[in-house]
């Protein structure tokens, strides 16, 4: 529907308000990205609130230094609610999201007279849940017990974190209201193996008919979401959702106008989220573990009951399925070319094609038939015990009985759906149109064991988003600072399976590059191609680079050159080197600054993640050191099998898919450097290919306009 003129009014006296309120100036690029998306967002035709015009997305490219959470803000909170649709804003990562919950949107409330709540939106496993709690102090140090069969799922060693005085005090802090069951909300942080001690899923969370459901961290969240008019998640919130139809969590596509922040992250997020592995060896034991579940669990059901009788099922499929993973597991073992490189205790193997040995093939096939009835029969248990919580009826399951064995039988449920789902996608057949999906396997060799893992993933997200995301949502905003990849969309609209209609927008950036900064390619002894002479160039050429003093961030493409470089260069310059490895990611970056405020010199060694996700304003990053191009690892069995289609269709992967994968990571790379119009410093790139080879220049050419000092 066209923009009405209230809410036009509201859009632009909320952008005069908020620049007033802040004493901060109009940026040109900010002001162009608000009209295209309210723009976008006031051109979709709708008939009693259902989108009537074609799926289309509202793509937007803005660098840092635009003040594209504002923009977006401006536009599409006053528009959603004229609409009477929810914003949903994604992100990819935890500091964004806090940023937006904790400073963006209080920010907009308090400068402006725009009326709006938000809500902050995160999945069952950040939260406590009391009843594991309960299960925990209940039965701490005593671990046999029949009465509490948590335990038969998470047995906790005794050199795991997790004492009774820590849970009791996690008790305590939640019942006294200073702590509200949010792990992120922790004082410290909390370890991953402490935490699934007293967390819960979708799957293992008997939701209302819990004892604890009236004061349930969770829901008590759950509550603000269905008041709030924005809510933020994330991306991986958003795809959970979607998967299990949307409107599970967040609201249904069809009533939500999406807003995805970091969008050039959401495409892999996408495939990751859809892949599906098993380890053959791993889940054999996991057999055994159900057949003791089995054990401990009979004594409790009636013999007669359908729960009973499932359980003997259950013990045949498992059976059944244990001695098809041996079959398996020595057919991938013999059939397979296995190359341990280097010593290494991993060997990886791709499918061409992704297609099978006809006998693995087999299989496998045998395998997906025989877990299709074990997730069946544990899916019949999950649901006798459920019945035992409706109150108004008669059941064979008492109700004490199902709160203490649901959890488990869940947990269970899915682990194994989570399986099926891999026979499922490995004998999957091709479609006609895209690329047929990646299959895998990786050999591991342990100290007293090994496994075989099987793997399959989609290799293009296009046609997952469609039919769960673009096909169905009313609107839709893609944003970040690096979404065109030499120059062009191209990238984004084949990879996410953008609709047609789509707009498209590059917001000029506020940054004056050329005067802020310099791109230097210094000449080097080495090409990286040459492995052994590139590190002893980097070795030799990067004490020259930080000899200024200045705060210096050396990035790499392999952890291995990495840690050789700094072994190598350490004993010369102590305490000057910090590689991300070394600590938290957190605790390098408060210790570089802490560094730099002192006045000391400090240089930092990271790769792709710091590459990225690092904010460094001002006089804490002076100089970015790109050693070499970051073209994706060659082994990667994604990239190679998209590689393979490419190449059967005519195509040429490298200028296909490498060049235009390696210009988005340079681009992030180089945009760690200015964070504010106040910025300035170098980048120097020690990769002489970017300018001896014809692709370089492509790449150059990518990067903002810097000031270029290129050796000869």
Partial sequence: MPLSDDVKQSIQQGYRDVLNGKSIRARYGQRLMIAEIARYLGGITESEGKRTSPASACVVEAGTGTGKTLAYLLACIPTAKALGKKLVISTATVALQDQIVQKDLPDLRKHTSIDFDWALAKGRGRYLCLSRLEGRLHDEGVQDSDTMPLFLLDRQSEDEPGTREFFEDMLGQYASRNWDGDRDHWPRQIPDDLWRQVTTDHRQCTNRQCSYFDSCAFFDARKGIDDADVIVANHDLVLADLALGGGAILPPPEEAVFIFDEAHHLPDKALNHFAASVSLNATRSWLKQLSQVIVKMKPHLAPASLASKTLDRISEASREYDA??????????????????????????????????????????????????????????????????????????????????????????????????????????????????????????????????????????????????????????????????????????????????????????????????????????????????????????????????????????????????????????????????????????????????????????????????????????????????????????????????VSARGGNPFMEITVPDASIRLVQAVGRLLRTEQDKGRITILDRRIVTRRYGQLLLDALPPFRRVIAS
């Fill in 324 to 645: 098809n993973l041996s079959q398996v597991y020595e057919l991938a073992e013999k059939t397979t070319d296995w190359a341990f490189e280097d010593e290494r205790s991993m060997a990886q193997w791709r499918y061409p094609d992704g297609e099978l040995p006809e006998a693995l093939a087999s299989a496998s096939a045998e395998a997906g038939v025989v877990s299709a009835t074990l997730t069946r029969q544990l899916g019949v248990l999950v649901d006798e015990l459920q019945k035992a919580f409706d109150e108004k009826r008669e059941h064979d399951v008492d109700r004490q009985t199902a709160e203490g064995w649901f959890p488990v039988a869940g947990g269970l449920h899915g682990r194994a759906e989570d399986q099926h789902r891999l026979w499922v996608a490995w004998q999957a057949a091709k479609e006609d149109k895209g690329p047929p999906p990646a299959r895998w396997a990786i050999r591991q060799r342990f100290d007293h064991a090994e496994d075989i893992t099987f793997f399959s993933s989609p290799v293009l997200a296009d046609s997952l988003l469609y039919g769960r995301l673009w096909s169905r949502a009313f609107g839709v905003v893609l944003t970040s600072a690096t979404l065109t990849a030499l120059g062009k969309f191209d990238r984004l609209r084949s990879r996410a399976g953008l609709p047609a209609a789509s707009h498209y927008l590059v917001v000029p950036s506020a940054f004056r590059y050329a005067e802020m900064a310099s791109v230097e390619v210094p000449a080097m002894s080495a090409l990286p191609t040459d492995n052994d002479a590139f590190t002893e160039a980097l070795v030799k050429r990067l004490p020259e680079l930080w000899q200024d003093r200045e705060a210096t961030l050396v990035l790499f493409t392999s952890r291995r050159q990495m840690n050789a470089v700094r072994d190598r260069l350490a004993p010369e310059w102590p305490e000057l080197i910090t590689t991300q490895d070394d600590m938290a990611k957190g605790e390098v970056l408060r210790q570089h600054k802490v560094r730099i405020d002192e006045g000391r010199a400090s240089v930092l060694f990271g790769v792709a993640s710091f590459a990225e996700g690092i904010d460094l304003p001002g006089e804490y990053l002076k100089h970015v050191v790109i050693t070499r191009l970051p073209f994706s690892v060659p082994d990667d069995p994604i990239d190679a099998s998209l590689a393979e289609w």
